[in-house]
């Protein structure tokens, strides 16, 4: 689950997406208006965290526009005032939901989950394949009807590899779901989480590709 955070206040953006990456979200961070829009175009999010008052650009000016280009990423409204005009704008404006200034952390990821949920029961069904059963709503992973737990990271890998079972992902393929930018990643983390994925789910479960990648097992053999 990858999710995009906007907010240009620093210490309370470092807090949101630490806050964010340990519930097991690959957070991308910007401070401004324009590199949402921005990096809403280059990627696909999950879901949108976007503070209202922003440089340059603001909150409301950043919704209208990616619904105007037909952008559907669930959004979660950040705002520094109480008041009824600034939710009802950001409301009709297309935000999925709001929080006002200071909001408690785990409040942040349950509205969160919730967001993900309401957009999970139109678009993510649960994604299975082998054996293999993953729930984007619950984060939750079995394997043959017994639930498997895993890190972070290795739900980040499965998440990607499950979500497309017959195309091969390329190694810069999946470490762009394990991290957020910035994130340092060592030359061979994606070896070592589809190590442990191996381990968990039989060493044939994911297929190396030479040259090219990863991909699931097939269905049949
Ligand atoms: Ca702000």
Partial sequence: MRLLLVEDDTLLGDGIRAGL?????????????????????DHSYDACVLDLGLPGKDGLTVLREMRGRGDQTPVLLLTARDTAEDKIAGLDHGADDYLTKPFDLGELQARIRALLRRAGGKAQPLLEHCGVSLDPASKRVSFNGQEVPLSAREYALLHALISQPGHIKSRSQLEESLYAWGDEAGSNTVEVYIHHLRKKFGADFIKTVRGLGYQLADKNG
């Fill in 21 to 41: 990456m340990l519930a097991a979200y690959a957070v991308d961070w910007v401070p401004d208006g324009k590199q949402a829009l921005l990096a809403l175009a």
